[in-house]
């Protein structure tokens, strides 16, 4: 939360932007010349948020009363929300706390003024100035690609593919970069997830092929993310149509790992190994057969993930959420100590931060991990150790990397792959049923969550729902949350 308690609610000194309407702040966008260095964009930032709290907290003050007048009783206070306060604290922290969103528009309003006014004081002749000042500002338009030279169908027909990257950096002020990436992606009509935190960026988005490109140039050109590069975007064939909408926001975490950033750094991360690299230590782990009890193929993915796509001979621990991992790394110390551990995941996130809590345990001789994840080893070795597909988070659920199938269906244990949400409306769980199945009424994703259903639709559409958590049934009952793995079972495993 944000509290202006060094400024004057009272005096919010509107001189300096008299065209500021704290209920309707819709302001001009502009682009300056020269986008502003991360310093200025932070400082710029900061001042901004600033002047909008004191704004809004001055929009609520209440003017005296006839009675207050006449009884000389002029103690200042404020009505928000249908309450009253009567202490500067008190407002500022209700502010803080309830119109948090609105302090966000109505700064990212006042930055764009500054950038108004800005380009404004350039187009006129020089004044007299010290020498080296610079006139910058921000604008979330400054990092906003021209799409005017392109037709519509030109921007968003045409092949379509999906993104995936993250980039682990400090970001001081996350809201203005989250604006910044729902106005872009709401420009080019890309869908997905965009996740933002202090400590990065982390994101997955669909649409055209020339909008995803124009998206890969804006990220490029921002001046807090130039130390990407167009490598660290991991493409597959796609589009928007494998989200159901955008979903951009700021958080804790930029993958939900339930560790705070702030105790636990990506810095902290094991040795990336590129895909030829990794490919080398995973041929000389299989070629040591069962001899290989110093090493350990770990992934950190969750069980819908490995269940059809691993590489082979890996331990896949047998969770659910990634916020497990850290409980699985401590009920399995034993597991690890005295190995060497070669670690991946997906497109290489989630190693940044499990790698880091496994090396700060202190028991493993080393820590690698796959440099971009599953993704960038296909591209290299598409008849590699990877067998099977690959599981993504979208309405795909899995993209091909091999003609492999080493899942079976849920009900009849024909080999089957190809993922679909159970069919009752209290389970979230993901199901693998096969055609033949499913032409039988075998939808759900096990007998329990299936009776559920049968009764539900015989008791008819008025019948009021039984309460259920969304998770009962016999795939998580038979399922320990955390289980113990034994390292001769784990690395036997093979299909």
């Known amino acids: 939360m944000y509290s202006a308690s060094d400024m004057s609610p009272d005096e919010p000194d509107n001189s300096v932007f008299p065209e500021l309407e ?114 910058e500002a921000w604008d979330v338009s400054l990092w906003i690609p021209d799409i005017s030279h392109l037709t519509e169908d030109q921007l968003h027909r045409g092949p379509g593919e999906v993104l995936l990257y993250y980039c682990y950096c400090h970001l001081e002020t996350p809201h203005p970069i989250c604006a910044w990436q729902r106005e872009l992606c709401q420009k080019l009509q890309l869908k997905g997830k965009v996740r933002i935190a202090t400590e990065g960026i982390n994101g997955t988005i669909g649409g055209s092929k020339v909008a995803t490109g124009l998206y890969i140039k804006a990220m490029l050109s921002h001046p807090i993310f130039k130390i990407m590069c167009h490598n660290d975007f991991k493409t597959s064939e796609g589009g928007a149509h494998c989200f159901p909408d955008l979903k951009v926001g700021v958080f804790k975490e930029i993958v939900p790992m339930g ?102 345990k202190d028991v493993c001789t080393e820590v690698y991990q796959l440099k971009g994840g599953i993704h960038k080893y296909v591209e290299r070795f598409p008849e590699g150790f990877y067998q099977g597909k690959l599981f993504v988070f979208d309405e795909r659920y899995a993209i091909p990397t091999s003609s492999d199938i080493i899942s079976e269906c849920r009900y009849c244990g024909t080999p089957w792959d190809q993922y679909q949400p159970c069919s009752t409306d209290f389970c979230y769980q993901l199901v693998l049923s096969c055609p033949a199945c499913r032409q039988q009424g075998h939808t759900a994703c096990c007998f329990v969550c299936q009776g559920k259903a049968q009764r539900k639709e015989e008791a008819g559409e008025n019948t009021p729902a039984e309460p259920l958590l969304k998770e009962e049934c016999e795939c998580t009952d038979t399922r320990a949350r955390v289980p113990c793995d034994t390292l001769p079972q784990a690395c036997l495993q093979t299909h």
């Open 22 to 135: 704290v209920e309707n702040l819709i302001l001009p966008t502009s682009k300056l010349l020269k986008p502003p260095s991360e310093a200025i964009f932070r400082k710029q930032y900061t001042f901004a948020k600033k002047r909008a709290f004191a704004i809004f907290v001055h929009s609520k003050k209440a003017a005296a009363s006839g009675a207050e007048l006449s009884s000389g009783d002029l103690e200042a206070h404020w009505h928000c929300c249908e309450q009253t306060f009567k202490e500067a604290a008190s407002i500022h922290k209700h502010v803080a706390k309830t119109h948090d969103a609105e302090i966000q528009e109505h700064t990212i309003a006042i930055l764009r003024l500054v950038g108004s006014r800005g380009q404004a004081r350039d187009s006129q002749p020089p004044a007299q100035s010290p020498v080296g000042e610079k006139r």
């Open 259 to 360: 560790v705070d950033p702030d105790l636990l750094s990506y810095r902290l991360a094991g040795t990336h190994l590129e895909p030829e690299e990794f490919h080398k230590e995973v041929e000389t782990f299989l070629l040591k057969g069962n001899s290989s009890n110093d090493t350990i193929l770990l992934d950190c993915r969750n069980f819908y993930e490995s269940k059809i796509g691993q590489f082979t001979k890996c331990l896949a621990p047998d969770i659910r959420k990634f916020s497990y991992f850290p409980d699985y790394v401590d009920k399995n110390l034993e597991l690890f100590r005295g190995k060497k551990v070669l670690m991946y995941c997906t497109g290489g996130i989630r190693c940044e931060r499990g790698s880091a809590y496994l090396r700060s």
